[in-house]
């Protein structure tokens, strides 16, 4: 099935072109020209990607990239008419991934396009894969992986009977590695599960925080059992 792009333009030329260029490639294609029916439109058929024009008539980009965000995940390609850093500041504030400046050239707007729908297609296939039953599930709220305790209902993490203080984004992720447990997780999945669309950085946030969730919960942080770096992928969670 042919992955959909919704176009968000009011420039008509731009349109016919952008249409063109991105059906040839195989895509479906849907153009509309201002920021309430860029709305409705992607509430209504759930496109993979919106192109998103920040200049619009009625509610400017900027305004439909943030209703989104708080709506879906729908991968959004800012496009902005000046070379202006602080149209692709607040862009990536208000939650564009990635953003190009006019005028640009198809061969890039191409790449950028198969890249986005690239991680998302990886990102869908792999939260997909069937997650494998965890340790202490029979009680509610409560992971146990040994004598490492998840209890979901406190918000709180125990080893040895000991609570362990993590920061709220070393908690949201260990919680995501055990209930993917020996499940393989690249770190963009991570990233994008954890951190979400609208975060602007890089993988290397999750070495950053895997590092300080080993300090705190490994017996011996330079050789890992619990969660283990899978060369060249990201890490699995043991246990």
């Not at 040994?146 to 009977?161: F, K, Q, Y």
Request: hydrophobic share 40%.
């Amino acid at each position: 099935m042919a992955e959909r792009i919704l176009v968000v333009d009011d420039e008509v030329a731009l349109q016919e072109t952008l249409a063109y260029t991105l059906q040839r490639q195989g895509y479906e294609v849907e153009v509309v020209g201002d920021g309430l029916s860029a709305l409705r439109a992607a509430r209504e058929h759930e496109p993979d990607l919106m192109i998103l024009d920040i200049m619009l008539p009625g509610m400017d980009g900027f305004e439909v990239c943030r209703v989104l965000r708080q709506e879906m995940n729908l991968p959004i390609l800012m496009l902005t008419a000046r070379d202006d850093e602080i149209d692709r500041v607040v862009g990536l504030e208000v939650g564009a991934d990635d953003y190009l400046t006019k005028p640009f050239s198809m061969r890039e707007l191409l790449a950028r396009v198969k890249a986005m729908l690239r991680r998302v297609r990886m990102i869908r296939e792999e939260s997909e894969v069937q997650q494998p039953s965890t340790e202490g599930t029979a009680e509610a709220g409560l992971l146990r992986f040994g004598n490492l305790v998840i209890d979901e209902n406190r918000h709180e993490v125990r080893l040895n009977g000991q609570v362990v203080v993590l920061r709220p984004k070393e908690y949201d992720l260990l919680l995501f590695f055990a209930q993917h447990r020996r499940q393989v997780l690249s770190r963009e999945l991570v990233l994008e599960r954890v951190w979400g669309w609208e975060y602007v950085g890089d993988s290397r946030t999750v070495d950053v925080h895997v590092r300080w969730l080993r300090e705190k919960l490994e017996e011996d942080p330079a050789n890992p059992t619990r969660i283990v770096t899978v060369r060249g992928t990201g890490y699995r969670f043991e246990g």
